[in-house]
């Protein structure tokens, strides 16, 4: 006899497929003051990795933003961190997956490489001693880059 075992993960990320109505969870910020909003939440299908919705951005100026989470009420524990993104024009560009905890930051580059060619970037062992974690992600690149994440 034999049994086979398949273990899950859970995860503790809020609307994280962005498929909810309520988004508030989600802080969108553009650090250069004055620049007009050139990310959010929309829905289109055929730019979602799954489901309707993504975050989408596009700027005819250099696109700046920061998309961030904070998560409270975790376990202690270890914990991982993924997200997929697609895009292109971004010759130029410096984009990062982060998680914020009380004892360290962690970041790892992403990048994006045309429609529909999902780039996954992952962050692993994350250690979360106080219950609280804040995840997000900072997209800058030139003028013209397109792209979603999901």
Do not use: C
Not at 33 to 39: L, M, N, Y
Not at 82 to 107: H, K, P, R, V, Y
């Amino acid at each position: 006899m034999q049994a086979d075992l398949l273990i899950q993960p859970e995860n503790f990320v809020i609307n994280n497929s962005f498929e909810e109505s309520d988004t508030s969870m989600w802080e969108i910020t553009f650090p250069n003051g004055g620049v007009s909003s050139h990310a959010a939440i929309k829905e289109n299908r055929s730019n979602s990795r799954t489901g309707d919705y993504s975050l989408d951005f596009w700027f005819d100026s250099p696109v700046d933003f920061e998309v961030k989470q904070t998560i409270t009420g975790l376990e202690p524990g270890f914990y991982n961190l993924s997200m997929f993104i697609q895009g292109g024009d971004a010759e130029t560009s410096d984009m990062q997956l982060f998680a914020n905890t009380s004892e360290e930051m962690l970041t790892t580059d992403t990048y994006v490489d045309g429609w529909v060619n999902w780039v996954e970037s992952e962050l692993t062992d994350i250690l979360v001693t106080d219950g609280t974690i804040t995840i997000g992600a900072t997209i800058k690149a030139n003028a013209g880059a397109w792209g979603y994440l999901r």
